[in-house]
């Protein structure tokens, strides 16, 4: 099946640090790729659609200046959380889309981010 | 605005039984998506089975298959003879296939096996 990759697994940065997060598709071209924020015990929560060549697309409430997409090549995202803050602590997850007739999202393992 | 809601945020169930976990939605659109996910404890999110909403016929995959009753806006998944692997956290997960692939969440269900 398809792999997505994506790295690191686990960053403990300082206050006032950026953090960039890479996402890569292995197998696969992937034109739409999507980065989620999960709290503990709860739902992903989307926070922006990532398309090859264009701006990012954000949801409504994440600041965009502050979380940085950057989507350069069709099998690499990534994310970039600028002055990090512990009110930033959290686990985020990249997907991307195989397109095509199932059109299925497939996901990275998630990167646990802790800033002190 | 589409939600999906899943009530029952614990599960538990015996080793070798059957077990069903509930997912219900809210659209006013006809063409869709609908998805199980699987997060396990390593957290990486697992596809376990799809839904088109066009299709009448319940999608299965081995163990896996779904209840899926378009005009009650419901969307069950049945997990026969539950193995120690199936324990996860289980989200279900809609899609318009106008929405340019968007998934939107369950709260999820955590599923646990006892053996």
Known sequence: GAVVSQHPSWVICKSGTSVKIECRSLDFQATTMFWYRQFPKQSLMLMATSNEGSKATYEQGVEKDKFLINHASLTLSTLTVTSAHPEDSSFYICSARLAGVKNIQYFGAGTRLSVL | ?115
């Open chain 2, 1 to 115: 605005a589409q939600t999906v809601t899943q009530s029952q945020p614990e599960m538990s169930v015996q080793e070798a039984e059957t077990v069903t976990l509930s997912c219900t939605y809210d659209t006013s659109e006809s063409d869709y998506y609908l998805f199980w996910y699987k997060q396990p404890p390593s957290r990486q999110m697992i596809l376990v089975i799809r839904q088109e909403a066009y299709k009448q016929q319940n999608a299965t995959e081995n163990r896996f298959s779904v209840n899926f009753q378009k005009a009650a806006k419901s969307f069950s998944l049945k997990i026969s003879d539950s193995q120690l692997g199936d324990a996860a956290m289980y989200f279900c997960a809609y899609r318009l296939e106008t929405s340019g692939s968007r998934l939107t969440f369950g709260e999820g269900t955590q599923l646990t096996v006892n053996p």
